[in-house]
């Protein structure tokens, strides 16, 4: 199994500029969840989902939308970049709601410039 | 609401001393806690939950609900330690499951 990969490992973009960051997981879960991570924050919630074509909003959803088409796939899409989006994004899986463990992807460094 | 605070950013401690990585929450009811842990390039990953009541890598964890408290410890500190560490608290809000993360604790191991 690959586990959760994520897709690029860096980018940069312009103020302004979209951009979808991807995530992919092999292990059949459920529960998919971007976060933010960012230096004396912790880790933030943007958005989650607990099936295919279902998704709700975390702590901070403003500027990010996503989508659940499939189990496999829950891309996190930047609709106009911003310098405050710089930050590096983490995927994270899970089997179930009982199933608190979550799995982690290598993250994607991305500035905004 | 529920909370997990993590008071210290930067913990320095010598190879060989003990160390302590503090977790206070906020949280209403029998919390399920977490230690993440996240070596320098590699993923996030899980190192220790309460609910398992293991030793991994020599870190035990107790939760303490008068202190509501969840500190991280190990007796004696390697190098191979030396990493970001977040609490995190497990919660259903309206059905859904969230993980709440502390601000985390950058641990450096000194020889």
């Known amino acids: 199994n690959a586990g959760v990969t994520q897709t690029p490992k860096f980018q940069v973009l312009k103020t302004g500029q979209s951009m979808t960051l991807q995530c992919a997981q092999d292990m059949n879960h459920e529960y998919m969840s971007w976060y933010r991570q960012d230096p004396g924050m912790g880790l933030r919630l943007i958005h989650y989902s607990v099936g295919a074509g279902i998704t709700d909003q975390g702590e901070v959803p403003n500027g990010y939308n996503v989508s659940r088409s499939t189990t496999e796939d829950f891309p996190l899409r930047l609709l106009s970049a911003a310098p405050s989006q710089t930050s590096v994004y983490f995927c994270a899986s899970s089997y179930s709601l009982a199933e608190y463990e979550q799995y982690f992807g290598p993250g994607t460094r991305l500035t905004v410039t | 609401a529920q909370r997990v605070t993590q008071p210290e950013k930067l913990l320095s401690v010598f190879k060989g001393a003990p160390v302590e990585l503090k977790c206070n929450y906020s949280?209403?009811?029998?919390?399920?806690l977490f230690w993440y842990v996240q070596y320098s390039r590699q993923r996030l990953q899980l190192l220790l939950r309460?609910?398992s009541r293991e030793s991994i890598k020599g870190f035990t964890a107790d939760l303490n609900k008068g202190e509501t408290s969840f500190h991280l410890k190990k007796p004696f500190a390697q190098e191979e330690d030396s990493a970001m560490y977040y609490c995190?608290?497990?919660?259903?809000?309206?059905?859904?499951?969230?993980?709440?993360f502390g601000q985390g604790t950058r641990l450096t191991i000194n020889p």
């Open positions: 949280y209403s009811g029998s919390p399920e």
């Open positions: 309460h609910i």
């Open positions: 995190a608290l497990p919660t259903i809000i309206q059905g859904a499951q969230k993980l709440v």
